[in-house]
């Protein structure tokens, strides 16, 4: 398989708030796990996606870890099919709860969805967990893209996040949006 060469960047935000990310090119995969659509919602926790995670069996946990296949090689929390006026936190989205595969064939028990090959702007972030993640995703739609040489394209985003043992509500976390050059 290719490899491609990793750019990191960082660029300052007005208010000199420094955002650290880099760009990334990946061949196509699938996100394999257990999906719904949720109501949207940008601060605080979602107790939909709470109900989401709560349902994942035994099951479909060691199917997914069995698939899992790529980098980065973490449980994600991935969202697509926004409704259109999700930046007015309007309407639903599917949020899915899996792993990033090459594996074209899983069990009924998952879900499947192909993304494209394409370019993802990632945006490592460590603090209090989920205020950091929330507005570093904010930050990355009201701020970062305005300013940047690259818009959104129709693909999956995702996350993951790490707890750090040593603290509480304390994690690092990284966010991966599908762009293309403007």
Not at 61 to 79: D, F, G, K, T
Not at 91 to 102: P, Q, R, S, W
Request: aromatic fraction near 10%; include cysteine; charged fraction near 25%.
């Amino acid at each position: 398989s290719k490899s491609f060469p990793k750019f990191s960047f960082v660029i300052s935000i007005k208010g000199g708030n420094v955002m650290e990310f880099r760009i990334e090119e990946k061949p196509a995969f699938y996100l394999a796990g257990v999906s719904r659509r949720v109501p949207m919602q940008f601060e605080g926790i979602n107790n939909e996606i709470v109900k989401l995670a709560q349902s994942i069996t035994e099951e479909q946990r060691e199917e997914m870890h069995a698939l899992q296949n790529m980098e980065p090689c973490e449980i994600v929390n991935a969202s697509y099919d926004a409704d259109e006026n999700f930046l007015k936190e309007e309407g639903e989205l599917t949020h899915l709860i899996g792993v990033l595969t090459t594996e074209s064939q899983v069990s009924d028990q998952l879900d499947l969805v192909p993304v494209e090959a394409c370019t993802w702007a990632v945006f490592p972030n460590e603090g209090p967990f989920p205020s950091t993640l929330q507005e570093t995703m904010a930050k990355v739609y009201s701020e970062w893209l305005p300013s940047s040489d690259y818009e959104v394209i129709n693909a999956p985003t995702f996350s993951f996040t790490k707890m750090d043992e040593s603290k509480k509500d304390y994690a690092y976390s990284e966010i991966w949006i599908p762009v293309r050059r403007k």
